[in-house]
């Protein structure tokens, strides 16, 4: 019996860890307290470090100052896009999109690391990101989103696929708030990835917005 009743305190622990964090497009000196106070919370699994606008000297910079907080809170840090900087970083493992390079050369770069990658609405894509060995997959957009306005749509068929034929973790993106992230989770996806309802939220404080998939 108290077996059974660690195991489920465990499970819950480990559930509560479901969000996929991307940073906001710029960081600030003061982003560094924000972003403690929001991991503190418990709830996310990995924070994305997403900057286009920055040069490679000066993300990894941030990266160092981000990984010692990403530490204290057992969040994994992925860098999104570059696979070379990432593989000469202390980061957990990359994010790449459908144009960001060779898959198989960033695999085998990142070895021992997280090579995470987009494949928005497409089967195809999936299969291929699996072939590759990617640790885990990507779709979206869901929802208009303000970080990807342009973005292309996926539909909740492919998360019932993906729940079915992939054995690896679904991260779902784009326009995900506190209520329509249920129905993406209830399809398949394992991780919801969130940026915009946390860090441009005109009502509530960044630390306040992630309490809400607590």
């Not at 108290?2 to 305190?9: D, E, G, P």
């Not at 418990?42 to 993300?59: G, P």
């Not at 019932?160 to 399809?187: E, H, S, T």
Request: hydrophobic letters at 40%; a positive charge.
């Amino acid at each position: 019996m108290v077996r059974r009743f660690r195991k489920r305190i465990c499970g819950l622990a480990i559930l509560k860890r479901f969000v996929y964090l991307i940073s906001p497009n710029k960081v600030s000196q003061s982003f560094y307290d924000v972003l403690d106070k929001v991991l503190s919370v418990k709830n996310v699994k990995f924070f994305q470090l997403r900057l286009k606008n920055v040069n490679q000297k000066k993300l990894y910079n941030i990266s160092q100052k981000i990984k010692k907080i990403t530490n204290k809170h057992k969040v994994k840090l992925i860098i999104n896009d570059y696979f070379i900087l990432t593989s000469k970083t202390n980061a957990n493992g990359c994010h790449m999109g459908q144009h960001d390079g060779s898959f198989k050369i960033a695999r085998k770069l990142l070895k021992g690391k997280i090579l995470g990658i987009t494949c928005h609405n497409s089967k195809i894509l999936a299969s291929n990101a699996i072939n590759n060995k990617a640790d885990y997959i990507a779709f979206g957009s869901f929802f208009k989103s303000r970080l990807k306005p342009n973005a292309k749509k996926a539909n909740l068929s492919i998360l019932r696929w993906a729940k079915k034929n992939i054995k690896k973790p679904i991260v779902v993106i784009g326009g995900i708030n506190n209520i329509n992230y249920k129905k993406l989770m209830n399809a398949g996806a394992k991780y919801i990835a969130l940026s915009s309802f946390i860090w441009d939220n005109p009502n509530l404080k960044p630390e306040q917005a992630i309490r809400k998939f607590k």
